[in-house]
């Protein structure tokens, strides 16, 4: 049973565009969700994250959004470039634990 | 700062063999996770350790073991290896305390075979 899913395995943008990564989880206990992004052969590099207290949260280029109702997460990249390319996972954790559940992760590509 | 680092990058082993893995966290940060990466399975937690005390642990086998040292560096143990095992393994510290997200290092990849 997949806890957190991420249902597009890819998306495709243009440079400059919004780019937007969902994200969507079953568990209510989770408080603390967290987006990475990972180019091959590296690990994953932790983005931006987000409590169960906000509903939005931003840091640049990258704005987080959770609709707790809908148990929806979601990820804005503003403009999206092209070394934004890799792959996105969204995690989730609850009080304060460190045993994150990630999605499957979606391929973002940026075309130039 | 440096980051999580993990040795060696790559390894082969055989099916039965035994394997040990290490993590370095980032400079004061005392909580240290691992995750298996494998096509299938996607990002799994394995098992998360804080002053040396296994805090969590995911649902893997008893042959996946680890520890974790006084100076926070951690290890990983993968005995009676099977194909299955072939993986990434990510390492990942932290601080302690809620809103502290996970750093990971570029991980081991293990190949049995």
């Known amino acids: 049973d997949q806890q957190v899913k991420q249902n597009s395995p890819s998306l495709s943008v243009q440079e400059g565009r919004i780019s937007i990564l969902n994200c969507d989880y079953t568990?209510?206990?989770?408080?603390?969700f967290l987006w990475y992004k990972k180019y091959p052969a590296e690990g994953p590099t932790f983005l931006i994250s987000?409590?169960?207290?906000?509903d939005k949260n931003e840091d640049g280029r990258f704005t987080v959004f959770l609709n707790k109702s809908a148990k929806h997460l979601s990820l804005h990249i503003v403009p999206s470039q092209p070394g934004d390319s890799a792959v996105y996972f969204c995690a989730a954790a609850n009080n304060a634990g460190n045993m994150l559940t990630f999605g499957g992760g979606t391929r973002l590509m940026v075309k130039p | 700062k440096a980051g999580v680092t993990q040795t060696p990058r790559y390894l082969i082993k055989t099916r039965g063999q035994q394997v040990t893995l290490s993590c370095s966290p980032i400079?004061?940060?005392?909580?240290v996770s691992w995750y298996q990466q494998t096509p299938g399975q996607g990002l799994q937690f394995l098992f998360e350790?804080?002053?040396?005390?296994?805090?969590n642990k995911g649902n893997f086998p008893g042959r996946f073991s680890g520890r974790q040292f006084s100076n926070s560096r951690s290890e990983m143990n993968v005995s009676t290896l099977e194909l299955g095992d072939s993986a990434l393994y990510l390492c990942?510290?932290?601080?302690?305390?809620?809103?502290?997200?996970?750093?990971f290092g570029n991980g081991t990849r293990l190949t049995v075979t």
């Open positions: 350790y804080f002053s040396e005390t296994q805090r």
């Open positions: 990942a510290s932290s601080l302690v305390g809620f809103g502290s997200p996970l750093h």
């Open positions: 400079s004061g940060h005392r909580s």
């Open positions: 987000i409590s169960s207290i906000k």
């Open positions: 568990n209510s206990m989770f408080d603390y």
